[in-house]
């Protein structure tokens, strides 16, 4: 009231009622000692303070004519301007800093990539090179015996590298070990086997596509753990050798080092240990557990077509393109014989060792089976009859039968005591045959290749037949007691079977 402006801590006279500037009206009080508005006496504890919100100050009188008005939104404006150029100017450092980390990263990430690829590839290397390094002494004197032997007595290499007595005898004692434990066993059946009517209800139960590459799909070879089949090992066309647990689908191992296809592989039955063949014409011994390459065998120099396990587990049967076939000790890596037929002049496409192990099979390319001796390594019969080149040999476990493959759609059975063939299943036309097994009991026989059939031994009748595969089956085994059925093939799966 005093000066005419908003007070900003206004107070009100009891005296005469009227809102005061507290700064004021206290110094005039001190002054006069009465109210200025009717001079009666008024002293400060007299006032009362009002409660109000922050009040707004108004403008200054010089700020309420209009050129005052634009003056002030001019500044104003000015400043916005000024902040928005600032934050502009921020914004562009922060977009070149951001861009400078991102090139950064990245330069990084292909350098890591680059690295990651190099220490790969180191691996693989060192991985092939140290069994090699061992193998050279075993080597050497392996191939001391080529030099003494001219070229036209290819039987003689053999002689000289060791078929020596001790280990003639060591396979004929394990031959009479398991021959009498066949005639123990009789015609008698398993109790554990799975019956007919169960095997013909088995359908997929499980597949697994991860094993190998998808850049070079297709599985080519398949074995299982004879001492447990929850173990598989497959070989794949993108060069490795992988195994499998079944009970807990994932993999154990990948066994990297031959330098085309594995198309041959065998689990030893006793020993962490498996074996493996490829078109780069090497055997390939490797430790499981150690998930590294502890012997390579070079036995021949063309394609390894075929590879079979002595029933004592201490010698591998190969076949090859060579037209050889040689049997190899595996601790040593060395050859202990080498045999070809002279007179047939023929590529070797398969081999299998009879159950006793002193007999075997090989497959030719001109469509022959031919059973050898091989105390005396000599060719002591002859199958004929197929056409196209056989694809695969299967003896059964009884010691009679030998189922054979070729690329003439059919399968044969041969009876070893009458050497002849007693029966032939015809497959629909352009079949193609890529697997034969029997059961461990020799009661059931499988077939794979353009699907997967069951055959029940003695009736020949078929009981199963599999067509989930969208590539050719390369590979078919029985679970224990048949308890399950397992295959491979060429689109890059792994198939389980069972009730």
């Given amino acids: 009231m005093l000066s005419n402006e908003v007070p900003e801590h206004p107070c009100v006279s ?24 009717n001079g009666q006496p008024l002293s400060e504890e007299q006032l009362i303070d009002i409660k109000v919100s922050h009040p707004i100050r108004p403008k200054a009188p010089s700020s309420t004519s209009i050129p005052a008005i634009l003056k002030a939104l001019q500044d104003e404006w000015d400043a916005v301007m000024l902040h928005s150029f600032t934050l502009r100017q921020q914004l562009q450092t922060t977009r070149q800093e951001l861009s400078h980390a991102l090139y950064q990263h990245d330069a990084a990430c292909r350098v890591i990539a680059r690295l990651t690829k190099e220490v790969t590839a ?19 004197v392996a191939s001391q015996p080529h030099v003494t032997v001219s070229a036209g007595e290819p039987m003689e290499v053999s002689e000289q590298v060791g078929m020596i007595p001790e280990i003639i005898q060591k396979l004929q004692d394990k031959a009479t070990v398991l021959t009498t434990e066949r005639k123990k066993r009789g015609k008698t059946v398993p109790e554990e086997l799975v019956r007919t009517e169960d095997l013909s209800k088995y359908r997929q139960v499980a597949t697994h596509a991860g094993l190998h590459s998808a850049s070079v799909p297709g599985i080519l070879s398949l074995d299982l753990c004879p001492s447990d089949t929850n173990k598989v090992l497959t070989g794949g066309a993108d060069k490795n050798v992988v195994v499998f647990d079944k009970k807990e689908e994932q993999i154990i191992a990948t066994l990297k080092g031959h330098t085309k296809k594995v198309t041959s592989v065998i689990y030893h039955p006793s020993q962490s240990v498996v074996f493996s063949a490829s078109p780069d ?11 590294n390459c502890v012997q390579v065998v070079r036995a021949h120099e063309a394609s390894v077509t075929g590879l079979s396990l002595h029933a004592t587990g201490d010698y591998l049967l190969s076949s090859s393109e060579d037209q050889y076939w040689a049997f190899s000790d595996i601790q040593t890596g060395r050859v202990l014989t080498k045999v070809t037929d002279e007179a047939a002049g023929c590529a070797l496409t398969c081999a299998q060792f009879h159950p006793d192990g002193l007999i075997f099979g090989t497959g030719t390319a001109d469509s022959q089976i031919k059973i050898w001796d091989l105390k005396e390594r000599t060719n002591v019969a002859n199958f004929p009859g197929h056409i196209g080149p056989v694809t695969s040999i299967a003896f059964s476990e009884n010691g009679y039968y030998l189922a054979t493959g070729a690329q003439d759609s059919s399968v044969k059975l041969w009876d070893l005591r009458k050497l002849k063939n007693f029966k032939t299943i015809t497959l629909d036309n352009n079949y193609e045959v890529k697997s034969l097994v029997f059961d461990q009991s ?13 055959y029940i031994c003695k009736q020949w009748s078929e ?20 308890q399950f059925l397992t295959s491979t093939g060429m689109d890059r799966s792994l198939k389980f079977y069972s009730l």
């Avoid at 180191?122 to 069994?131: I, M, N, S």
């Avoid at 009981?463 to 048949?482: D, K, R, S, Y």
């Fill in 14 to 37: 009891p005296v005469s009622n009227q809102v005061f500037e507290r700064r004021l009206i206290e110094k005039y009080i001190a002054e006069n000692g009465a109210d200025p508005m």
């Fill in 122 to 140: 180191a691996r693989e290397a060192l991985a092939t090179l140290k069994p090699q390094a061992g193998l050279v002494v075993a080597q050497a």
């Fill in 281 to 291: 014409s090497t055997i390939r011994v490797w430790s499981v557990t150690g998930g």
């Fill in 442 to 454: 020799g009661t059931y026989l499988a077939v794979g290749g353009t699907d997967i059939r069951v």
């Fill in 463 to 482: 009981v199963l037949n599999f067509t989930e595969h969208t590539g050719v089956v390369t590979g078919v085994a029985f679970g224990e007691h048949a």
